[in-house]
Nanobody
Framework: QVQLVESGGGSVQTGGSLRLSCARP????????VAWFWRAPGKEREGVAV????????YYADSVKGRFTISQDNAKNTVYLQMNSLKPEDTAMYYC??????????????????WGQGTQVTVSS
């Protein structure tokens, strides 16, 4: 079983920043893709950003391009989502997810086998 530990959510005002973390204690990401999904109230869970750990290649949803950055720290086995210029519409529960056999970044929700517990991000106007 792959355990994903998320942290970093919170409440900010419009234009603020937050950084989310997704850690896999004691294990490397190697062949994984690690992604962030969000689920706003009343909506489906949607992909936000993903990184392919083997290559560092990334992919972003159009709604966050230029504002969010996904990165990895191999020494800490942690993937980060830096969120800048936050908007009220970014308010959602954010989930870290891992696809264990992934070489090209993607946001196909059903292909992710492991999920974190979620962390809430609230952006007020």
């Amino acid at each position: 079983q792959v355990q994903l530990v998320e942290s970093g959510g919170g409440s900010v005002q419009t234009g603020g920043s937050l950084r989310l973390s997704c850690a896999r204690p004691g294990h490397t990401w190697r062949s994984y893709c690690v992604a962030w999904f969000w689920r706003a109230p009343g909506k489906e869970r949607e992909g936000v950003a993903v990184i392919a750990a083997s290559s560092g290649r990334t992919y972003y949803a159009d709604s966050v391009k230029g504002r969010f950055t996904i990165s990895q720290d191999n020494a800490k086995n942690t993937v980060y989502l830096q969120m800048n210029s936050l908007k009220p519409e970014d308010t959602a529960m954010y989930y870290c997810a891992a696809d264990p056999n992934c070489w090209s970044p993607h946001l196909r929700r059903n292909d992710y086998d492991y999920w974190g517990q979620g962390t809430q991000v609230t952006v007020s106007s």
